[in-house]
């Protein structure tokens, strides 16, 4: 059965920084593109960040290039957020999903963790 | 703010067909494909169809999708109360090099 999992999340001052993780179970991790989305609370969804599957390609939405840095290790089929420098509007719940398109950029999301919430306030 | 445009929301009763617009530009849906996803409160979202009108495993065929142009297009007959969530289109845009969510659209069923 395909899983992710998210963990990490907490509660952060303004300027601090947070870094999230993913497991991943059930499916070959290293042969995936990942992605975070997250979702601020009453709000929609946000996507934030995309990996290839060999670390490769890498994009960021424009809310959070330059703060925050994707990673993966296939070795432990694992995917990281590294968030720095975090603004109230950073809050959100952050979700973890694979893409499954052998693709250069994100297409779409058959799978999502159930999400990991970060909050930051002073 | 998202440059997806959908309705905030869209009701019918029980056994009535339901449609859901979003509305994009030339750099996202007229250029790319369109995804949608249903989030049934307080869970994480699901795939409810992707690449324009092909629905995962597992998705009843009740929902169906369609793009023309910058525009796309979900549909829901036969609604049941279990449909009752929030709906989400999405796209690749090439002006942005990001993945795109639309505002969503609310679905009550009366």
């Known amino acids: 059965e395909v899983q992710v999992a998210e963990s990490g999340g907490g509660l952060v001052q303004p300027g601090g920084s947070l870094r999230l993780s993913c497991a991943a179970s059930?499916?070959?991790?290293?042969?995936?593109?990942m992605n975070w989305v997250r979702q601020a609370p009453g709000k929609g969804l946000e996507w934030v960040a995309y990996?290839?599957?060999?670390?490769?390609?890498?994009y960021y939405a424009g809310s959070v290039k330059g703060r925050f840095t994707i990673s993966r290790d296939n070795a432990k089929n694992s995917l990281s957020l590294q968030m720095n420098s975090l603004r109230d509007e950073d809050t959100a719940v952050y979700y973890c999903?694979?893409?499954?398109?052998?693709?250069?950029?994100?297409?779409?999301?058959?799978?999502w963790g159930q999400g990991t919430l970060v909050s930051v306030s002073s | 703010q998202s440059v997806l445009t959908q309705p905030p929301s869209a009701s019918g009763t029980p056994g009535q067909r339901v449609t859901i617009s979003c509305s994009g530009s030339?750099?996202?849906?007229?250029?790319?494909?369109v995804d949608w996803y249903q989030q049934l409160p307080g869970t994480a979202p699901k795939l409810l169809i992707y690449?324009?009108?092909q629905r995962p495993s597992g998705v009843p065929d009740r929902f169906s999708g369609s793009k023309s142009g910058s525009s796309a297009s979900l549909a829901i007959s036969g609604l049941q109360s279990a449909d009752e969530a929030d709906y989400y289109c999405?796209?690749?845009?090439?002006?942005?090099?990001?993945?795109?969510f639309g505002t969503g659209t609310k679905v009550t069923v009366l």
């Open positions: 999903a694979r893409d499954p398109v052998v693709g250069d950029h994100p297409y779409y999301f058959d799978y």
């Open positions: 059930g499916f070959i991790f290293s042969s995936y593109n």
């Open positions: 990996i290839s599957s060999g670390s490769r390609t890498k």
């Open positions: 030339s750099s996202n849906i007229g250029s790319n494909t």
């Open positions: 690449s324009n009108n």
């Open positions: 999405a796209s690749w845009d090439d002006s942005l090099n990001g993945y795109v």
